[in-house]
Nanobody
């Protein structure tokens, strides 16, 4: 079974940057669409960004356009979410997820999930 492990979360001041990583062992992430989701306290989990096996990507949240970038590093079998100009409203637990279809912003599309990494944006 595909196991995903997120890392890179933490506490950052508004306007700062973080890079989240989603790594896997035993299976090649290049064979899966990888989505990043986030869940803030008291809110539903929402799709943030996704990258297809082709390398094409999309953002599902208008508020992150121009600030968040998703990418793959095949050699490291890792997918990244580069987050710049962070805002307090970006505070959430961030999850990566995988499935063997095309990018989707719906959590139910994904078969495999990581355990999440906390991102806190605060001064």
């Amino acid at each position: 079974q595909l196991q995903l492990v997120e890392s890179g979360g933490g506490l950052v001041q508004p306007g700062g940057s973080l890079r989240l990583s989603c790594a896997a062992s035993k299976f090649t992430l290049d064979h899966f669409a990888i989505g990043w989701f986030r869940q803030a306290p008291g809110k539903e989990r929402e799709g943030v960004s996704c990258i297809n096996t082709s390398g094409s990507s999309t953002n599902f949240v208008a508020a992150v356009q121009g600030r968040f970038t998703i990418s793959r590093d095949s050699a490291r079998n890792t997918v990244y979410l580069q987050m710049n100009s962070l805002k307090p409203e970006d505070t959430a637990v961030y999850y990566c997820a995988a499935w063997n279809g095309r990018c989707s912003g719906y959590r139910d599309s994904y078969y495999y999930w990581g355990q999440g990494t906390q991102v806190t944006v605060s001064s």
